[in-house]
């Protein structure tokens, strides 16, 4: 089996710049890149997938290498909304070192490069005559997030942007024959305005290919890699705590699952097909959602995490709270809100965010939604001391079917 058809049936694949990207791939061992701006100072799920298909892509022999871009960052690439929110040199060079740690300790990658090493050395004056000069503004405005955006308005800052993109692949041609860019199928305009510019610097006979990953969507069509209450799931456990992740995952609904599960996941396409044959028979087990749930964990975390989310999740969705030992609990600390010392009820729900304000927070006692433990509350004035503490350490708060959060003493 070839990568490309891997891919295709892992349903990972979009497009590509050219269709002799599957014999290239299969017949040499080629250098590749990835690239991510700082926009933050960590990973999400959503870049997730793009980063294993490139782990898959490490598996066939090709070598990656992961730009951060600590120049396009500053720049932004354009949004279909509207304009990008600047951040500040300080918080960008930040940010890229928080990335660059990430992906190495995540993907054990070592070719990391950062375009601000070489962008910020050209003059405006060299920019425009060697690259800005390559670039027909007809063809930019042709780019479909440009177009969306014409009605609105866009800077000229962020309308560069695709050029400083190609500059980057341009620079890694020249100096590492990558001739492969991978990215999301949003990053198309990008990635050709890249392989036009290398073509017109290096001559027809320049053979680059670009290559898309499809944009990942849940079965409603929005966008993937919300939780439930609508936060970004990170790839930091001080952000998204491994049993968050967790249950991030074991909430993919039976439709997506084994789609999941061939996209995230480097199970054999056989054993996927096992999981489903399981799920179809027994759909209340959900068999695949934990399969899936421990082994991206695993990969994000480590087994050892993956685990104790695994464990803490099934004590705590059993129904059998109350069989959880001391010990157990104690474990959980690492990964559920928890605040130490006494405190009203109605100001926990509202310092461990399992309520918004004091007057959800009285709502949602008043209608049966709290419990310590598995004992439903319904005394709004009640002090959360020691003495209601299992062997005076810790009480377990519960408010719905799946927020839990522990006091501890």
């Given at each position: 089996?070839?990568?490309?058809e891997?891919?295709k049936?892992?349903?990972?694949?979009?497009?590509?710049?050219?269709?002799?990207?599957?014999?290239?791939?299969?017949n040499?061992?080629?250098?590749?890149?990835?690239?991510?701006?700082?926009t933050?100072?960590?990973?999400?799920v959503?870049?997730?997938?793009?980063?294993?298909?490139?782990?898959?892509?490490?598996q066939?022999?090709?070598?990656?290498v992961?730009?951060?871009?600590?120049?396009?960052?500053?720049?932004?690439?354009?949004?279909?909304?509207g304009?990008?929110?600047m951040l500040?040199?300080?918080?960008?060079?930040?940010?890229a070192?928080?990335?660059?740690?990430?992906?190495?300790?995540?993907?054990?990658?070592?070719?990391?490069?950062?375009?601000?090493?070489?962008?910020?050395?050209?003059?405006?004056?060299?920019f425009?005559?060697?690259?800005?000069?390559?670039?027909?503004?007809?063809?930019?405005?042709?780019?479909?997030?440009v177009k969306?955006?014409?009605?609105?308005?866009?800077?000229f800052?962020?309308f560069?942007?695709?050029?400083?993109?190609?500059l980057?692949?341009?620079?890694?041609?020249?100096?590492?024959?990558?001739?492969?860019?991978?990215?999301?199928?949003?990053?198309?305009?990008?990635?050709?305005?890249?392989?036009?510019?290398?073509?017109?610097?290096?001559?027809s006979?320049a053979k680059?290919?670009?290559?898309?990953?499809?944009?990942?969507?849940?079965?409603?069509?929005?966008?993937?890699?919300?939780?439930?209450?609508?936060?970004?799931?990170?790839?930091?456990?001080?952000?998204?705590?491994?049993?968050?992740?967790?249950?991030?995952?074991?909430?993919?609904?039976?439709?997506?699952?084994?789609?999941?599960?061939?996209?995230?996941?480097?199970?054999?396409?056989?054993?996927?097909?096992l999981?489903?044959?399981?799920?179809?028979?027994?759909?209340?087990?959900?068999?695949?959602?934990?399969?899936?749930?421990?082994?991206v964990?695993?990969?994000?975390?480590?087994?050892?995490k993956?685990?104790?989310?695994?464990?803490l999740?099934?004590a705590?969705?059993?129904?059998?709270?109350?069989s959880?030992?001391?010990?157990?609990?104690e474990?959980?600390?690492?990964?559920?809100?928890?605040?130490?010392?006494?405190?009203?009820?109605?100001?926990?729900?509202?310092?461990?965010?399992?309520?918004?304000?004091?007057?959800?927070?009285?709502?949602?006692?008043?209608?049966?939604?709290?419990?310590?433990?598995?004992?439903?509350?319904?005394?709004?004035?009640?002090?959360?001391?020691?003495?209601?503490?299992?062997?005076?350490?810790?009480?377990?708060?519960?408010?719905?079917?799946k927020?839990?959060?522990?006091?501890?003493?």
């Open positions: 089996m070839t990568l490309i891997e891919l049936l892992r349903e990972s694949y979009f497009d590509t710049t050219d269709p002799a990207i599957e014999e290239y791939l299969e040499n061992k080629v250098t590749f890149y990835l690239g991510c701006d700082p933050g100072d960590s990973l999400h959503g870049h997730l997938f793009t980063y294993i298909v490139m782990k898959r892509m490490e066939y022999g090709h070598h990656p992961l730009l951060v871009g600590g120049a396009t960052g500053l720049i932004g690439d354009p949004k279909m909304q304009e990008r929110k500040t040199l300080e918080e960008v060079k930040k940010n070192l928080s990335l660059k740690n990430q992906i190495h300790d995540l993907f054990g990658v070592d070719s990391m490069v950062d375009n601000y090493d070489w962008v910020s050395q050209i003059s405006l004056l060299d425009l005559r060697d690259i800005g000069k390559e670039f027909n503004v007809s063809t930019m405005l042709n780019k479909d997030v969306s955006r014409l009605d609105v308005g866009i800077s800052t962020e560069s942007y695709q050029i400083l993109q190609a980057d692949w341009y620079k890694l041609y020249k100096d590492c024959n990558c001739t492969v860019q991978l990215g999301g199928q949003d990053q198309w305009g990008n990635i050709t305005a890249g392989s036009d510019l290398i073509r017109k610097k290096c001559g006979e680059v290919y670009g290559l898309t990953v499809p944009l990942i969507l849940k079965s409603d069509g929005t966008k993937f890699g919300k939780s439930e209450d609508g936060k970004s799931v990170w790839l930091d456990e001080k952000k998204t705590s491994p049993y968050e992740f967790y249950q991030f995952w074991m909430n993919i609904p039976d439709s997506d699952v084994i789609k999941r599960l061939k996209q995230f996941t480097f199970l054999s396409l056989e054993e996927i097909a999981l489903e044959k399981e799920m179809n028979a027994c759909l209340e087990a959900r068999i695949p959602q934990k399969r899936l749930a421990f082994e964990t695993s990969f994000v975390f480590g087994k050892e993956a685990s104790r989310a695994k464990h999740s099934e705590l969705f059993s129904g059998k709270i109350e959880l030992s001391v010990e157990e609990i474990m959980s600390l690492l990964d559920l809100p928890h605040l130490t010392g006494e405190i009203s009820l109605l100001d926990a729900l509202v310092s461990l965010k399992l309520a918004s304000s004091k007057r959800e927070a009285r709502e949602f006692i008043q209608n049966g939604a709290v419990s310590l433990f598995e004992k439903k509350i319904t005394d709004m004035n009640l002090i959360l001391s020691k003495d209601l503490a299992k062997e005076g350490r810790y009480i377990l708060i519960k408010r719905g079917k927020k839990y959060a522990v006091i501890c003493f």
